[in-house]
């Protein structure tokens, strides 16, 4: 049988190698989230290039200047288990029209995407143009319902596209390279906090990152060049 004194020092032992756990788990889980997050801007960058180079995406091309944001989605999976239901995680960028210069991505998901039958496969990348102040400021919320909380509509596809589109986000999708039917009315938009807080370093807010500017990391820089250099 344990002695008193020594059960005593058994049970501080414990206490310490639990604290000890617990403290060391949470650097490991913000490095984790951290790594998500710079992922998902490398390939947000991917994305946004391979739209660039594409002559079919001429709308998006020729009507970047006059958009105030873009939400880029480098994979939009669909789970078909969940009655067709789908979505990804992605960032948002607004335009400063004065520098021509991004912000630094915030991060949101997307949920509840209606796949149709043109798409080539499960999974596809989506760039939506964000148009219109109404958009903005529907983004600054928690959540926003698309079609419910703002219009958007599907852009223009084919060399040479012209349209006059009124909407408050334009939507292009791409499946393994070719056009991809992706039907984003009802899709909800949510702010992905943790990947915001991991990527910055602290609890911060789309507005602090997309308007206040408090915030910033050099792992978008790369991508914040390219964005730029595609209103030349």
């Not at 949470?26 to 390939?43: G, R």
């Not at 004065?98 to 499960?122: C, H, N, R």
């Not at 056009?179 to 910055?200: F, H, I, M, Q, T």
Request: glycine content about 10%.
């Amino acid at each position: 049988m344990l002695s008193r004194k020594m059960l005593c020092t058994t049970i501080i032992a414990a206490v310490v190698l639990s604290a000890w756990v617990m403290t060391a788990a949470v650097p490991v889980l913000a490095a984790s989230d951290a790594d998500d997050a710079q992922a998902i801007v490398d390939k947000a960058r991917v994305t946004f290039n391979g739209f660039m180079r594409d002559s079919e995406y001429s709308y998006l091309h020729e009507n970047l200047a006059k958009a105030k944001g873009l939400l880029i989605y480098p994979q939009v999976l669909k789970a078909g288990f969940i009655l067709g239901g789908s979505g990804g995680t992605g960032v948002l960028v607004l335009k400063d029209p004065a520098k021509k210069d991004w912000s630094e991505p915030a991060f949101y998901t997307m949920g509840s995407v209606t796949f149709g039958l043109q798409i080539g496969g499960e999974a596809a990348e989506v760039i939506m143009m964000v148009m219109t102040q109404k958009a903005v400021d529907t983004l600054f919320a928690s959540s926003a319902k698309l079609g419910a909380d703002a219009s958007i509509s599907a852009g223009p596809v084919g060399t040479g596209a012209k349209a006059n589109i009124v909407a408050d986000f334009i939507s292009f999708a791409r499946s393994k390279g070719a056009y991809a039917g992706l039907n984003l009315e009802g899709s909800v938009l949510s702010v992905r906090d943790s990947l915001n807080k991991a990527y910055y370093g602290k609890e911060v807010r789309p507005v602090d990152i997309l308007v206040k500017k408090t915030v910033s990391n050099k792992g978008a820089d790369g991508f914040r060049e390219d964005l730029k250099k595609a209103l030349k």
